[in-house]
Nanobody
Framework: VQLQASGGGLVQAGGSLRLSCAAS????????MAWFRQAPGKEREFVASISWTGGSTDYANSVKGRFIISRDNAKNTAYLQMNSLKPEDTAVYYC???????????????WGQGTLVTVSS
């Protein structure tokens, strides 16, 4: 499967953005999907994941209650709705796919190219 992330941009603190991850290939519907982020000088970190059915989600504590992950299997697309953004959310955001991924980036086999989110204070 190939993944294409989009939707990043510049937003003021407190604002919202929605990221999209478009997938090619029929196997999208059988993959869990996730979002990771990587800030300058830091390691890539887990943000959120969603099961292939959409019935199970997981969030990093730092984004819980502010971000919502979802998917539309009919459109082969996963989303990350980001609300109440903070300057510390500034990072390149990557989407990832895998049949059964965990929070560790190494457990995800398919990656999108990343989209930059910048939150100004």
């Amino acid at each position: 499967v190939q993944l294409q992330a989009s939707g990043g941009g510049l937003v003021q603190a407190g604002g919202s953005l929605r990221l999209s991850c478009a997938a090619s290939g029929r196997s999208f519907r059988s993959y869990s999907m996730a979002w990771f982020r990587q800030a300058p000088g830091k390691e890539r970190e887990f943000v959120a994941s969603i099961s292939w059915t959409g019935g199970s989600t997981d969030y990093a504590n730092s984004v819980k209650g502010r971000f919502i992950i979802s998917r539309d299997n009919a459109k082969n697309t996963a989303y990350l709705q980001m609300n109440s953004l903070k300057p510390e959310d500034t990072a390149v955001y990557y989407c990832a796919g895998q049949t059964a991924g965990q929070r560790a980036p190494s457990s995800w086999g398919y990656w999108g190219q990343g989209t930059l989110v910048t939150v100004s204070s």
